[in-house]
């Protein structure tokens, strides 16, 4: 490991030499080039009636880079392999059999032995992905162009620039060329190499990724994890996943299998899988001694619910509201991609929606991981039985609770039935609305979502009927299946003493006045 650290060290410190011997002689060559045309009246006049000239390079660069890379690999090498990984573990089965727990044991008992280390679930996980490649692909294009780049001048001839000013122009021009050129591939090794936070990092050391519930649920998580998991294990870090699924089966029905077999494989190679081979749903044993009396879940609706309700309301907002200049009101919180979430009511800390404000609306996993990290308590009521016939709003209530849980944030609801009486029937209904097959709100990376994978050769939804075909198969009830047995576990086990206790670990329960 040393050594492979050593080497990116000398081709970084290599490329930033390089790059400036290149810029100082692109810029004497530019200077004199300017100082000849302004000894040719036919030149100077033409500066002078010329307006918006771009006089930046382009596919210079891409020789030079070409070239540049090669000069660096007969300098410095080609790349050392990294030396073998630990080999990792693959935890699969079925809901509530501990698996996220065993998880979190390692993870902590790694705390001051791993220096790069990081736990993730599958939604966060995909969000920050999307948002990576997203501000990756973006980041030379807003980047405004220098003074020397663009000549908006109609009666002054060009100036003729100094040597400082030319080569400072010419570095950021292929800093921004780079950054307009890299391809989908290129952009998710970057991602992977920042997900647990080791990329250019000098002090280098061994990486490991909790990877929480993995699944797959569309060809762009099928690619885009693929690519990202694959680098991370190439460059030598430790995986320790999660799912319901064993890796073989993550994409038994076949969702581009040609793309997916690469993944797996790795996985396969790298990660130990093991079966958490019990049946039993220890969060259900945990909640056994509740006997029907759950604390914060009540139905049905109206009446003696609602009532209970309104009283956890009032027990949590009436101290603080007796505060001078306290009151109830809506808020909006911030989203990734520059969007807003609508609180329509809250109060220090506290959040309250009806199942419809919080479910019915276009709204998805990035909108509910920030409605849990703003607020440590979440009031939803008027919950209906869910079925088929529902999927969109049972999907974000399924995600919605999942979000809350992985926050250790509290949720208090009133719901037409109880929790195992809470999502109805497989068969009323289509599963999936195949023209809608995306994370919901984050239609801002739609041609990214294209790009990725189109590089992987992937026919989009709709293409052809056997693609819709083989999509329809994958989505017939059993990752819901799963999803609606995980999200009712989780409504019981958040009713327990245990799981209640850790709500000190949300940070707005760790300082006062904190959600409004």
């Known amino acids: 490991m040393e050594e492979l650290m050593q080497w990116d060290i000398k081709r970084k410190e290599m490329r930033a030499k390089l790059m400036q011997e290149e810029a100082t002689f692109e810029a004497r060559r530019r200077i004199a080039n300017l100082e000849t045309q302004g000894k040719n009246r036919l030149s100077r006049w033409f500066s002078r009636r010329t307006k918006n000239i771009s006089v930046e390079p382009s596919s210079g660069f891409m020789v030079a880079r070409i070239e540049r890379e090669k000069k660096l690999d007969s300098i410095v090498g ?49 969000l920050e992905i999307h948002y990576r490649m997203h501000m990756l692909r973006n980041q030379g294009k807003l980047k405004p162009r220098s003074k020397l780049n663009q000549i908006n001048r109609v009666f002054e001839p060009i100036p003729t620039p100094s040597l400082e000013d030319a080569t400072k122009d010419w570095l950021e021009a292929a800093e921004r060329f780079e950054a307009e050129h890299q391809s989908e591939s290129s952009i998710l090794n970057a991602v992977a190499d920042e997900l647990i936070g080791s990329r250019d990092d000098s002090e280098g050391g061994a990486s490991i990724l909790c990877f929480d519930e993995v699944q797959v649920l569309d060809v762009f998580t099928a690619v885009a994890l693929s690519g990202i998991l694959v680098r991370l294990i190439t460059r030598g870090a430790v995986i320790v996943a999660t799912s319901n699924r064993a890796p073989w089966d993550l994409n038994k029905d076949g969702l581009q299998k040609e793309l997916f077999a690469a993944f797996v494989n790795e996985i396969e190679l790298h990660c130990r899988s093991m079966l958490v081979g019990t049946e039993t749903d220890y969060r259900r044993v945990m909640a056994t001694p509740l006997k029907g009396e759950l604390t914060h879940y009540f139905w049905p609706l109206g009446g003696q619910s609602q009532l209970q309700l309104e009283r956890l309301w009032d027990e949590v907002t009436t101290p603080t509201l007796n505060q001078a200049g306290s009151s109830i009101a809506p808020n909006f919180i911030p989203v990734m991609f520059g969007r807003s979430l609508e609180v329509p009511e809250s109060f220090d800390g506290v959040a309250r929606f009806t199942f419809e404000q919080a479910c019915s609306r276009p709204v998805g996993a990035a909108d509910y991981i920030a409605l849990a990290q703003h607020y440590h308590t979440v009031f939803i009521t008027d919950i209906p039985v869910l079925s088929m016939r529902t999927i969109d709003k049972a999907r974000r209530f399924i995600t919605l609770v999942d979000e809350l849980y992985n926050h250790h944030c509290r949720l208090i609801c009133s719901a037409e039935a109880p929790p195992d009486d809470l999502f109805l029937g497989t068969m009323d209904g289509s599963i999936f609305d195949l023209e809608n097959l995306q994370f919901e709100t984050e239609a801002e990376g739609g041609r990214l979502r294209r790009d990725v994978t189109a590089e992987g050769s992937v026919a989009p939804v709709g293409a052809t009927s056997s693609t819709r075909t083989s999509i329809q198969s994958i989505f017939s009830g059993r990752e819901e299946a799963f999803a609606f047995r995980r999200a009712v576990s989780r409504l019981l086990e958040m009713q327990t003493p245990v799981y209640l206790q850790t709500l000190d670990c949300h940070p707005k329960n760790q300082r006062p006045g904190s959600a409004r």
């Open 78 to 126: 080609r790349r050392p392999s990294a030396p073998k990984a630990p080999q990792g573990i693959y935890l699969y089965g079925n809901v509530g059999c501990g698996k996220t727990l065993l998880m979190e044991l390692f993870f902590k008992s790694a705390e001051g032995v791993i220096r790069h280390r990081r736990r993730v679930h599958f939604h966060a996980a995909m």
